[in-house]
């Protein structure tokens, strides 16, 4: 992908560094929109702020406010909406491109099905009342269901891209997500296709800045 010149947008980003928020950092970047982006500390997520709570009262990031005020949050919705205002990004195969519906039914399942076993899995006391030990276990639990769901989008996995030919936001997710638990080392084993799909995003030129950005 040759690289795009900025333009503004008037669009602001809520983020924390090495999270979610990458993916739609990395969506703006690849669609050639200016954005402004105002990171929290993972600690500050966990604390009464004034100014996310304005913004989002549920506290999470990616939190997106538009050029009208309004706000987005959900990094899928945001994605849907920025190939609504910037289609030349190619996120989103169209109505009628012959993967849309492998890219819908993965889009969810990164969504609904692997990305919450981290909302549990992080800071599983927070879920049990305290309890340390049946933390362990939670947190145990949702690592070895995270890696049997990788597995399995392993098995649909195409090449060079999820969708074989078609870069999509699939990709995109991949580049953050394989960095978290159970990591690089593990997907290389276990999970080659995914593995070498997040090296190729990490290294399109629009990625690399915003990845050299997370430290």
């Not at 362990?136 to 074989?164: I, Q, V």
């Amino acid at each position: 992908m040759p690289p795009k010149a900025k333009s503004k947008s008037g669009y602001k980003l809520f983020a924390a560094k090495g999270g979610g928020s990458m993916i739609v950092e990395g969506g703006f970047a690849l669609a050639g929109l200016d954005l402004e982006v105002e990171y929290f500390t993972w600690t500050d997520l966990g604390l009464e702020h004034d100014e996310l709570r304005s913004v989002n009262p549920l506290m999470q990031v990616p939190s997106l406010v538009c050029p009208d005020g309004r706000i987005m949050t959900e990094s899928a919705a945001i994605l849907m909406h920025l190939d609504d205002i910037a289609p030349q990004a190619g996120l989103i195969p169209g109505r009628d491109h012959p993967h849309r519906r492998e890219f819908l039914r993965f889009l969810m399942l990164l969504n609904t099905a692997i990305y919450p076993s981290f909302t549990y899995g992080d800071s599983p006391k927070k879920w049990l009342k305290g309890d340390e030990e049946a933390g362990k276990k939670l947190r145990e639990s949702t690592d070895d269901h995270r890696k049997s769901l990788w597995r399995y989008t392993e098995s649909w996995t195409g090449a060079p891209w999820f969708l074989g030919e078609t870069f999509s936001a699939l990709d995109l997710y991949l580049w953050p997500m394989t960095w978290w638990r159970p990591g690089r080392d593990w997907f290389k084993a276990e999970a080659p296709k995914l593995h070498a799909i997040a090296l190729k995003v990490e290294a399109l030129p629009e990625i690399a800045k915003i990845h050299a950005n997370q430290s």
